[in-house]
């Protein structure tokens, strides 16, 4: 009785492993305490506020390029990556996924989660320093290298 008891616990712990491991939980944002939605944003959600209800007492300048920049696209064995910029005032504002690995299922459930990451992280940064996206490596790598082109492109 006490072995078929941990046969069939053990046998629940691999199942479960297992399901983790054919379907990752969703990525989870600390910073909103929500996972990740399934559907591809294009573009970043994030506004920005004004800091201050003062009137400027000096015209504002722009330092910095603003424009939207496409990096180059590189290939990977699932397929090939792209991604567009949009800069204002030399900062990231946005970023898209012109092109990423989608055309067999699992390519796309895998990026369908992964994309969304990049593009925050992305914006986050304003580099191409950022994080991988764990599962998504070859995206990651490729999606790396596309934004570090369409940065030199916009000489940020």
Do not use: H
């Amino acid at each position: 009785m006490v072995k078929r008891s941990a046969l069939i616990a053990c046998g629940c712990v691999v199942g479960v492993g297992g399901i983790f491991l054919i379907t990752p939980p969703a990525i989870f944002n600390p910073s909103t305490g929500l996972s990740t939605p399934t559907a591809l944003p294009t573009t970043s959600t994030a506004t920005p506020k004004a800091t201050s209800t003062k009137k400027a007492t000096t015209p504002a300048t722009t330092t910095g390029k603003s424009g939207t920049f496409a990096g180059s696209a590189y290939n990977n064995q699932f397929g090939t990556v792209q991604v567009q910029i949009t800069v204002v005032n030399g900062k990231i504002t946005a970023a898209k996924a012109l092109q990423y690995p989608n055309q067999d299922y699992r390519s796309k459930q895998i990026n369908t989660q992964a994309v969304p990451y990049l593009i925050q992280e992305t914006v986050a940064a304003n580099s191409a320093n950022i994080q991988g996206v764990g599962g998504a490596s070859y995206t990651s790598g490729s999606w790396k290298q596309s934004l570090a082109s369409a940065i030199a492109k916009a000489g940020i």
